[in-house]
């Protein structure tokens, strides 16, 4: 089974930050870009932030550049999203996934291996 396992995500009140990380499970990550996405209840899901398949380049949503660092360490076989200042719309669930390319591509019809995702709640 190709997936991901994500983990990290917890209560966090406003103006707090998380780290998140995830790790992939049945493939190999050096070769492929790494996104983060979020769904919150009742909305569809959110690109968040990609980075490439050697780290190099990395791209973020409006929503949450300069507040969000995506970063991964390919010898520890880890992808993390490092989240500050947090606000209550950043309430939802957080899941990586797997690029098509090495590159990074902000399209969600070009990720796949999906993991179940870790829950985050920012509330005071």
């Known amino acids: 089974q190709v997936t991901f396992e994500e983990s990290g995500g917890g209560l966090v009140q406003p103006g707090g930050s998380l780290r998140l990380s995830c790790a992939p499970v049945?493939?190999?990550?050096?070769?492929?870009?790494i996104g983060w996405f979020r769904q919150a209840p009742g909305k569809e899901r959110e690109w968040l932030s990609c980075?490439?398949?050697?780290?190099?380049?990395?791209t973020y949503a409006d929503s949450v550049k300069g507040r969000f660092t995506i970063s991964r360490d390919n010898d520890k076989k880890m992808v993390y999203l490092q989240m500050s200042s947090l606000k209550s719309d950043d309430t939802a669930v957080y899941s990586c996934?797997?690029?098509?390319?090495?590159?990074?591509?902000?399209?969600?019809?070009?990720?796949?291996?999906w993991g179940q995702g870790t829950q985050v709640l920012v509330s005071s």
């Open positions: 980075i490439s398949s050697r780290g190099g380049t990395t």
């Open positions: 049945g493939f190999m990550l050096e070769y492929s870009a």
């Open positions: 996934a797997r690029g098509a390319h090495s590159y990074c591509d902000e399209s969600t019809s070009n990720y796949s291996a």
